[in-house]
Nanobody, 118 residues
């Protein structure tokens, strides 16, 4: 059984920075993808950034140049460094783990609130 626990959310002013962390525990395959999604009130959940165990990354156009995703494979932890935050970034941020080939498994964290407001 896999568990994902996010931390680092909070209230920040526009232009500020936050660093989110997500620690995964349990039976985790070495080859996997960890991602950050977010969901604002009344909106669909969207992919923010993803990173494979090999280090390949991808970002939503809205966060390119401002957010950086990274991971520590030894710790099974993924990070999201967010800078130049905008009010539009306000959302619940969810950690995601995807792994497996013949039987693909998807896991979600409980979410952490990020509020960007003055």
């Amino acid at each position: 059984q896999v568990q994902l626990v996010e931390s680092g959310g909070g209230l920040v002013q526009p232009g500020g920075s936050l660093r989110l962390s997500c620690a995964a525990s349990g039976s985790i395959f070495s080859i996997n993808t960890m991602s950050w999604y977010r969901q604002a009130p009344g909106k669909q959940r969207e992919l923010v950034a993803g990173i494979t165990s090999g280090g390949s990354t991808n970002y939503a156009d809205s966060v390119k140049g401002r957010f950086t995703i990274s991971r520590d494979n030894a710790k099974n932890t993924v990070y999201l460094q967010m800078s130049s935050l905008k009010p539009e970034d306000t959302a619940v941020y969810y950690c995601n783990l995807a792994m497996g080939f013949l039987n693909r498994k998807i896991y979600w964290g409980q979410g952490t609130q990020v509020t960007v407001s003055s």
